[in-house]
C-alpha cells in the first residue's frame, strides 16, 4: 500500500489548526489544569518505566531505569518551571516603556523526536505545546516509533477526561 505523505501529513495539521482553534480560548486555569494531569500521570514511576522499558527494547539502547529516570528529571523538570508561568492574555506590562505582552497561540507545531530520548521528549514537547495553547505533532525516529505512538496515546487519553481535543496532540504512526 502506497502512503500519499503530502496527504496524511496536510491531514495531520488540518485536525491540529482545528483542535488548536478550540484551545486558543483556554484560560490559564484549563492550560494549568492539562499540563498539571499530563505531567503527574506520565511520571508516575509504573508509566514511566513501562516506558522506558518500551524504548529500550524498540531501540536496542539505554537501561530502562535510567530512561525512568529521565522521565522524572525532564517532564518533572520542564513542568515545574512552567508551573505558575502566565501563557494566557497579558502576561506582561512595562509600565515605564508603556508596553504589554500578550500571550497567543502560533499555531501547529512540528517536532523532531530522537530515539535516545524518545520516552521524555515527547510528553517534553507536547506540555510546552498545551502550556502555550498550541497544537504538536510528534515525528518520532523510527526506532522509537511504538514507544512514541504509546506515550502519544496516553496524552491524548489524558486530554480526553478533560474534554479537551485529542489532536491537540498527534504522532506520525509508527504503520
Same mark, same amino acid.
Not at 103 to 123: D, F, L, R, S, Y
Not at 127 to 140: D, E, H, Q, S, Y
Given at each position: 500500500?502506497?502512503?500519499? &505523505?503530502?496527504?496524511?501529513? %496536510? ?12 484551545? /486558543?480560548? &483556554? ?8 499540563? %498539571?494531569?499530563?505531567? &503527574?500521570?506520565?511520571?508516575? =514511576?509504573?508509566?514511566?518505566?513501562? @516506558?522506558? /522499558? ?17 522521565? @522524572? ?5 520542564? &513542568? @515545574? ?13 512595562? /509600565? ?17 523526536? #530522537?530515539?535516545?530520548?524518545?520516552? %521524555?521528549? #515527547? ?16 515525528? =518520532? ?20 477526561? @478533560?474534554?479537551? #481535543? ?7 504512526? =509508527?504503520?
Amino acid at each position: 500500500m502506497s502512503v500519499n &505523505y503530502a496527504e496524511y501529513v %496536510a491531514g495531520l495539521v488540518a485536525k491540529g489548526h482545528a483542535a488548536q482553534k478550540i484551545a /486558543e480560548n &483556554y484560560t490559564q486555569e484549563k492550560v494549568d489544569q492539562l499540563t %498539571a494531569a499530563v505531567a &503527574y500521570a506520565l511520571t508516575q =514511576p509504573d508509566v514511566a518505566l513501562k @516506558f522506558g /522499558e518500551m524504548l529500550v527494547e524498540e531501540s536496542g539502547m539505554g537501561v530502562p531505569g535510567d530512561k525512568q529516570l529521565k522521565m @522524572f528529571g525532564k517532564v518533572k523538570g520542564t &513542568y @515545574f518551571q512552567m508551573k505558575g508561568q502566565k501563557s494566557v492574555g497579558l502576561v506582561e506590562v512595562d /509600565e515605564k516603556m508603556g508596553m504589554e505582552k500578550w500571550a497567543k497561540p502560533m499555531g501547529v507545531i512540528g517536532a523532531i523526536i #530522537p530515539v535516545t530520548n524518545g520516552e %521524555a521528549t #515527547p510528553v517534553v514537547k507536547s506540555l510546552m505545546a498545551l502550556k502555550t495553547r498550541n497544537a504538536v505533532i510528534l515525528a =518520532p525516529h523510527p526506532k522509537a516509533s511504538k514507544t512514541n505512538w504509546a506515550v502519544t496515546e496516553m496524552i491524548r487519553s489524558i486530554l480526553k477526561k @478533560f474534554d479537551a #481535543p485529542v489532536d491537540l496532540v498527534q504522532a506520525v504512526d =509508527p504503520d
